[in-house]
């Protein structure tokens, strides 16, 4: 049976107080615990500078996105999926968690997922920022993680690429501190699209976990050479303090 509810029996029923969250936000959470100690909002929804609905455009490389769209098998699939849109999709989850761990040789406890892996990016900062502290990171890098570390209250220490784009162990391993919270790696970098060698971040990575955790954000592995042999998630599995984190998209 279809009931109607007219909107003064809506109001009263409570649900203002849903909608009063999805109208004003920015209100919303500032009143609740989601804020830094400087009372400045942590979620905040992105809406990007450029031209979203730019028709003329058939690439947005600044963007990073894929111009020809997805695979036929993909969109395929896809389509499959959705008359089981109704269902929440743990059971797959737990599918692709363990053929993620055969695949890279690691544990399945040490896996996690998210819907993309900027989610994943800011989950870390929430949890490594609670206290303040600084991350180390290149100058310039993908800052989604040092955006998030500062929105906690953190600050970030960066440090400039080298002459050739690669990042600058030496120096970042130099600026790791009794503060330092968590040292952010890009690799291959964005926005420079370099890349620094394996050999010597996994040197880095050994000798630097020891002081503080080391993130690699691996989104753009799949564009190098043989990028089995250029991952740092052996690391993970040998238990060092290093996450890797790689995207679907
Ligand atoms: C280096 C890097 N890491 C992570 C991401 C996040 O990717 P997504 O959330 O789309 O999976 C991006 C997206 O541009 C990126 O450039």
Redesign the pocket.
Known sequence: MIKSINRRDWLKSGLLIAGGLVASPALAFKSSSLVNHAGKSLLREYVPEFGLNESRMLARLN??ENPYGPSSSVIQIIAESISQGNRYGHGDAATLIDMIAEKEGVSKDCIML????????EKVAITRFQQGGNIVSADP??M?VMSTAQAMGGTWKPVPLTADYSHDLDGMNAAIDSATRLVYV?N????TGSITNAESLKKFCLEASAKAPIFV?E??LEFLEKPETQTMVGLVAEGKDVIV?R???
């Open positions: 963007a990073n998210g819907p993309g892996s900027t989610d994943l990016l890098s993908y989604s890009c291959p970098n964005n926005p954000d989104a753009y984190a995207t679907f998209s």
